[in-house]
Structures are given as structure tokens and as C-alpha cells.
């Protein structure tokens, strides 16, 4: 019976000890909502941003990417954001998909731009700049290097 009672305790300390990493990892791993207004943005290609993340103004985290979906019509991708309340944003304002490093992650880098008229919540960015591919960009340094040596 006491092998029981052991296999019982060190089972539970088991289970507690794996809740309290599954508390601590949430807790570290930054999700959160975004309190704020949504817009939106279409992107030619946004290669590896999922829901959840950043969306930038100047390096400092303004909002979430809330939702992704593809334009029927355009075969454009659509991204939705939440962006901070405090934060308004020019008509003229610019969002990129750009990368946190060689092998970060994705972000959406909003530039705002100069005009004096404010995006409405539900507003679209109007100039985006999709997200650069790597492998393509290796190919062209390699092809640009070997025709030039012919």
C-alpha cells in the first residue's frame, strides 16, 4: 500500500509541476489582446505573420495582427490589426511585413506618413509592401554572381 501512496504523490507533484510550467510559459510568452481600433492592410505575399503577431510603429509594439484571410478578387492577403487607441495613424501611413531577424519572426512595420486626415477605425492602409523571401533572394545573388562570371 505505500507503493501506492508514493506512485500517487510523485503523479500529482508530476501534474503540478507541468501546470505550473504551462502558468509560466503563458504568462512569459506575451499574449495578450490589444485593446484599440482595427484596420486592415493587403499584402502582395505575407510569408510566415500569423495571428498574434506584433504590428510596429518605430520598433515599439503598437498592436496584434487579429486575422488573415485571402481577397477572392485580388488574390491579395488581407490582414486585419488592432492598433492601441492612443496611437492614430496618418491616410498616407505605410505597412511592410518585415522580419525580426535572419530566422525571427514576422512583424507589420507601420510607417505613418505625413497627411493631416486620420485612419478610421475599419480603414485600410493603402500602401503595403509584402513580405521579402529569402530563398529568393539568395537565388538572385547566386544567379547575378555565376552570369557575371561568364
Same mark, same amino acid.
Given at each position: 500500500?505505500?507503493?501506492?501512496?508514493?506512485?500517487?504523490?510523485?503523479?500529482?507533484?508530476?501534474?503540478?509541476?507541468?501546470?505550473?510550467?504551462?502558468?509560466?510559459?503563458?504568462?512569459?510568452?506575451?499574449?495578450?489582446?490589444?485593446?484599440?481600433?482595427?484596420?486592415?492592410?493587403?499584402?502582395?505575399?505575407?510569408?510566415?505573420?500569423?495571428?498574434?503577431?506584433?504590428?510596429? !510603429?518605430?520598433?515599439?509594439? $503598437?498592436?496584434?495582427?487579429? #486575422?488573415?484571410? @485571402? /481577397?477572392?478578387?485580388?488574390?491579395? +492577403? !488581407?490582414?486585419?490589426?488592432? $492598433?492601441?487607441?492612443?496611437? #492614430?495613424?496618418? @491616410? /498616407?501611413?505605410?505597412?511592410?511585413? +518585415?522580419?525580426?531577424?535572419?530566422?525571427?519572426?514576422?512583424?507589420? #512595420?507601420?510607417?505613418?506618413?505625413?497627411?493631416?486626415?486620420?485612419?478610421?477605425?475599419?480603414?485600410?492602409?493603402?500602401?503595403?509592401?509584402?513580405?521579402?523571401?529569402?530563398?529568393?533572394?539568395?537565388?538572385?545573388?547566386?544567379?547575378?554572381?555565376?552570369?557575371?562570371?561568364?
Amino acid at each position: 500500500m505505500s507503493n501506492r501512496l508514493i506512485e500517487t504523490i510523485a503523479g500529482a507533484a508530476v501534474i503540478a509541476v507541468a501546470i505550473g510550467f504551462a502558468a509560466y510559459s503563458y504568462s512569459r510568452a506575451g499574449i495578450n489582446t490589444v485593446e484599440g481600433y482595427e484596420i486592415m492592410a493587403s499584402f502582395n505575399r505575407i510569408d510566415g505573420l500569423v495571428v498574434g503577431n506584433d504590428v510596429r !510603429v518605430s520598433g515599439v509594439t $503598437v498592436g496584434k495582427v487579429t #486575422a488573415q484571410d @485571402l /481577397d477572392p478578387d485580388t488574390y491579395m +492577403a !488581407v490582414v486585419k490589426m488592432s $492598433v492601441r487607441p492612443d496611437i #492614430a495613424l496618418p @491616410l /498616407d501611413s505605410s505597412a511592410k511585413i +518585415a522580419s525580426d531577424g535572419l530566422l525571427g519572426g514576422k512583424f507589420v #512595420a507601420l510607417e505613418p506618413g505625413g497627411d493631416i486626415d486620420m485612419i478610421e477605425a475599419g480603414g485600410e492602409i493603402e500602401y503595403t509592401q509584402g513580405s521579402v523571401n529569402l530563398e529568393d533572394l539568395i537565388g538572385q545573388v547566386i544567379y547575378s554572381s555565376t552570369s557575371s562570371d561568364q
